[in-house]
Structure formats: C-alpha cells, structure tokens
C-alpha cells in the first residue's frame, strides 16, 4: 500500500527566504507526482506535476524534482513572500490506479 | 472554460442524517474523483465514476455512496452521518489518458460539519 509522508508539517519562515518542501512515498511504482496548494477551507491548487520519466519542473519561483528510486520529491520556493503561505500537500499516482494518493501536508508561513 | 464546482459549500448536519453533495465536472471530463479531508490531514479517496460507473473505491463503508449522470455531473451520498463524517469533501474531474501527465482538476470543496 502507498504510503505518502511530507516533513516538516508545519514550518515557519521569514519573507526572502529560499526553503524546501520534502515528500516521500513508500512504492516507487509511480505515474506521476503533483504538489498542491490549499488555503485554508479551500480547494487544490496544482502547482507542477512531474512525470515518472523526468527528473525536475519548475514554474517561475517552484521547482520540483522526483527522485524514484529513493521515493522522494522536494519542493524549492526561491524568495518566499506572505502570498506564499498555505498548506502545500504533494500527491502521487500510483500506476495501478486512477486515483492520487496524498501526504498530510506542510503548513507554510512566511512572516512579512 | 468552466472549472469544477460543488455545491453546497457548507453544509451543517445532524447524526443519523443523510447528506447529498453536489459536483459538476470541467467541460469535457468524464471522470469525477470524491475524497474525503479531515482536518489537518491529507485528501483520502472515496471513489471515482467513469461514464456514470463506479471505477475504483478507497476504505470507506458502503453508506458512502454515488452517482454520476450523462451531463458527468456527480453526487456524493452519505447516510446515517457520524460525527467522523465532518470533513472538506472534495471532487476532482479528469480525462484518463493511462498516461503520466494525467491529472486531476479540484473543486472548492464542500465543509461538512456534522453536530
């Protein structure tokens, strides 16, 4: 069974600070993995999604990477600003089934 | 293009009731996703419909129940409400490609509190 763990699950940082996100998952069997945002009492954000094959994606100030065979992604956010604190939750696609499987995510807060 | 939309967007429940929560999918996606997110937890899978058929189920009872019409609209049903049962629900509609860029597009959520 999948497992999903996302470390820390809170964090709390100063405005201009680069930071990580770490997420890991039991089965490296994968179609892909997505990071989410959610605010609070909200829907998912997709913020970038890395297929099985690749290795890292970026989107402006995010970049992802996906190491398989240790099962582990990070989230980088470059110059992080009070706009970028929520609830970041990453999620994996196993490949045997359509739905996703998610971490617990990390609350992010990033102090003006 | 539309996005997903769910509707009630909270909703405040009594045990033992039943609940209908609503879910209309992104133009053109034939697949609807529910889960279930506890507070301070992550999003766990319910199940999915894939052109008004059951298409996978995740650990939850046979009170958790759905629907999924031609317009591939969706309703998520639950009966005999338990306290536990107070949650964000959340559907997400999709296109199954079996590929890896496949990805599934969320709703606001629906906030169930069950008193």
């Known amino acids: 069974k999948q497992e999903v763990t996302q470390i820390p699950a809170a964090l709390s940082v100063p405005e201009g600070e680069n930071l990580v996100l770490n997420c890991s998952f039991t089965d490296s069997a994968i179609y892909n993995l997505q990071w989410f945002r959610q605010d609070p009492g909200k829907g998912l954000t997709s913020l970038l999604l890395?297929?099985?094959?690749?290795r890292e994606q970026t989107s402006g100030r995010l970049n992802a990477s996906l190491d398989k065979s240790s099962g582990r992604s990070t989230l980088y956010i470059a110059a992080s600003q009070p706009g970028d604190s929520a609830t970041y939750l990453c999620?994996?696609?196993?490949?045997?089934?359509?739905?996703?499987?998610f971490g617990s995510g990390t609350q992010l807060t990033v102090l003006p | 293009e539309t996005g997903v939309t769910q509707s009630p967007t909270h909703l405040i429940k009594t045990r033992g009731q039943q609940v209908t929560l609503r879910c209309s999918s992104q133009?053109?996606?034939?697949?609807v996703s529910w889960y279930q997110q506890a507070l301070g937890q992550g999003p766990q899978f319910i199940f999915q419909y894939y052109r008004e058929e059951e298409n996978g189920r995740g650990n939850f009872p046979p009170r958790f129940s759905g629907l999924q019409f031609p317009n591939y609209s969706s309703e998520l049903n639950v009966n005999a409400l338990e306290l536990d049962d107070s949650a964000l629900y959340l559907c997400?509609?999709?296109?199954?490609?079996?590929?890896?860029?496949?990805?599934?597009?969320f709703g606001p959520g629906t906030r169930l509190l069950v008193l």
């Open positions: 999620a994996v696609k196993p490949g045997s089934a359509r739905q996703l499987t």
């Open positions: 133009s053109g996606h034939n697949t």
């Open positions: 890395i297929q099985s094959s690749q």
């Open positions: 997400a509609s999709s296109v199954p490609s079996g590929g890896a860029h496949e990805t599934q597009y």
